[in-house]
């Protein structure tokens, strides 16, 4: 191996032993330059979100001056509460939460439901049932935003949470395949021994299958959770009483509402991420399980 | 399609059947509502696509008169197709690149591997209104954090970019936003990374090739079929991004100078603001195809170029 070069880029956990200080020294080198730049794309990743508090913090003329401050003082607290009041945001908090967890059940339920189907049970056409669910996923859901709207609207449902609530009941064909890949990989024998025993298939789904597929499950309720509190189109499209706004519709409001004024509005905002956010630092470890086990499907 | 391991013992007839019966309760709710919900919608879309109903009163048959529209009377869908196409072109291949830059990085034993991976994966999680109107902030031309930094590095006054009052700078800055979000991507590159089987490195350096020419010639291969996965994923969702327009154009519509009126932003215009609903449909059929026909070049290109070992993934 010639020394003149840099060492390797990749893998310098598989460098041959012998190498020379020299080339020791390389690869230090290159493992700083990494850490260098990791850092500062970290960096670059933060900088919005610390701006955002940043702003939140500041007063009405702070927000404008130049060079920008980055640590108001005194900080401004008081435009947390100022933003709050501002519109109804307690109520689109309680909307919010229901919705989202009533979507977050429905999905976990149905999901894991038609998934036992697809991994446990054998019957006719279920291979080509469940191609043509993986299928289903290359359709734009723009596709099916217009005529499904038209289908709600004839139901009298635009005005109620139902168009947004009710297809959760039904399986989507994302979670379908995550959680059946993770029910395959339960021993067929423990459901064996219990249909043995006289075991209903819904017991042994809710029994015995359920219960070994936490992690899994975990993952779809965090994400199902997550987009739900974040989805805006849809309760744009769907929810015309403000008494019934979502957070993200709410804020859309408040932000067109009166003279925009960038301290509450990113007070607003950062309030509405706050959940999302802690859940996302409780539950780390299902994100990145989710998102490795969707890697065959979806980005 | 891989069918669960084969049971070992035999059964009754009964009891497959009772097994298959079963088998349609499990799966019905989801053979119901995709009935419900994909495909009676889609069918009903594809009959008013020939129409031109607006819900409220009947729909008569007009043929090929949408599709005509659009294509021959309409500047706005082209103008809408040509928006969505800058987007795909820039935000998918940068996003890409993005991914895999922070992949290759984390795969050099750097310390502190889980909070860099915490702060890689967050954007991915920060979606929503809440998202947008501080991208709308950062993008400020006045005191928004990219032209403070623009001003430090000395870029002068007046030619700082306007961003989003910009027609010249309003898609750019929605292409930077998507790398931003598309740092969380990571996560399947790095996965793929480190399942190179380290051998090949190794003879790679006794033939002498350089970290660059190995990156190239190894590691881009063996890891095809993750990016070939991203690229499919990625023009999927690219070509029907719009969403983020809605917030951040004025009004949500998709100024300026339509410069930001993306495919997506423009059916919606269409179908709930003018409630063309025979045109919006129209609208959605020819995404859908041109959808279908971009996976399909992909998957004749990718022949070319993604390496599949053994059996394929």
Do not use: C
Request: proline letters at 6%; hydrophobic letters at 50%.
């Amino acid at each position: 191996m010639s020394l003149s070069r840099p060492t390797p880029t990749v893998k310098p956990s598989g460098l041959p032993v012998g190498s020379t200080a020299t080339s020791r020294a390389l690869l230090l080198l290159w493992r700083v330059l990494a850490l260098a730049l990791l850092v500062g794309i970290s960096l670059l990743i933060l900088y919005p979100a610390l701006w955002m508090l940043s702003t939140a913090l500041k007063s009405d003329a702070q927000v404008f001056t130049y060079p920008p401050v980055w640590i108001p003082s005194p900080p401004q607290w008081h435009n947390f509460v100022d933003a709050w009041y501002g519109a109804p945001f307690t109520r689109y908090t309680i909307n919010t939460t229901l919705y989202a967890l009533v979507v977050t059940a429905a999905t976990v339920l149905a999901n894991s439901f038609v998934a036992y189907g697809f991994a446990k049970l054998r019957f006719p056409g279920r291979d080509v049932m469940f191609a043509v669910m993986l299928a289903s996923m290359m359709i734009p859901g723009m596709v099916t935003m217009i005529p499904q709207y038209i289908l709600f609207s004839k139901l009298g449902w635009v005005g109620t949470y139902l168009p947004l609530v009710v297809p959760s009941f039904f399986a989507s064909a994302f979670f379908t395949f995550m959680l059946r890949q993770y029910f395959l990989t339960v021993p067929n024998e423990l459901s064996e021994a219990a249909r043995v025993d006289g075991a209903s298939e819904l017991w042994i789904w809710w029994r015995v299958v359920m219960p070994l597929a936490t992690p899994a499950l975990a993952t779809v309720a965090i994400f199902t959770f997550d987009g739900t509190w974040n989805s805006y189109v849809g309760p744009l499209l769907y929810l015309n009483d403000e008494k019934l706004y979502t957070l993200q519709v709410g804020l859309q409001f408040f932000r067109n509402g009166s003279q925009t004024q960038w301290q509450h509005l990113m007070a607003a905002s950062l309030l509405v991420m706050l959940p999302v956010v802690a859940i996302f630092f409780a539950f780390q470890k299902y994100f990145v399980e989710g998102a490795s086990l969707s890697g065959s499907v979806k980005g | 399609m891989s069918a669960p391991p084969v049971r070992p013992r035999r059964r009754g007839l009964g009891i497959r059947q009772r097994e298959a019966l079963w088998g349609f309760v499990f799966v019905a709710p989801w053979l119901v509502g995709f009935l419900a919900f994909t495909v009676g919608p889609m069918l009903f879309s594809l009959y008013a696509s020939f129409t031109n109903y607006d819900i409220t009163s009947r729909a008569d048959w007009v043929g090929l008169r949408n599709y005509q529209t659009l294509v021959g009377e309409d500047p706005r869908f082209w103008k809408s197709l040509g928006n969505t196409a800058y987007y795909t072109v820039f935000s998918v291949p940068l996003g890409i690149a993005v991914g895999l830059l922070i992949a290759s990085l984390l795969n050099q034993d750097v310390p502190g591997q889980r909070v860099f991976r915490t702060v890689f994966f967050l954007p991915k999680i920060l979606t929503g209104v809440a998202v947008l109107l501080l991208w709308l902030w950062v993008f400020n031309p006045e005191v928004g954090l990219v032209n403070n930094g623009l001003r430090a590095v000395g870029v002068p006054e007046n030619s700082l970019p306007l961003w989003f009052q910009d027609p010249a700078w309003s898609k750019p800055a929605l292409v930077i936003m998507s790398m931003w979000s598309a740092a969380g991507g990571f996560l399947f590159y790095l996965a793929a990374l480190r399942g190179v089987p380290k051998d090949l490195y190794e003879s790679a350096q006794l033939d002498g090739a350089n970290s660059w020419r190995q990156f190239l010639t190894i590691t881009i291969p063996m890891i095809s079929p993750v990016i070939f996965f991203k690229v499919i994923t990625g023009l999927t969702a690219a070509l029907q991004y719009w969403e983020g327009a809605l917030v951040v154009s004025e009004g949500g519509k998709g100024g300026p100078v339509d410069s930001t009126l993306f495919y997506g932003l423009y059916m919606w215009e269409t179908a709930f603001t003018e409630f063309r609903m025979g045109k919006a449909s129209a609208m959605a059929w020819v995404l859908l195809v041109i959808t279908l026909v971009i996976t399909a070049v992909q998957l004749q290109l990718s022949k070319r170029w993604v390496y599949y070992e053994g059996e394929t993934k």
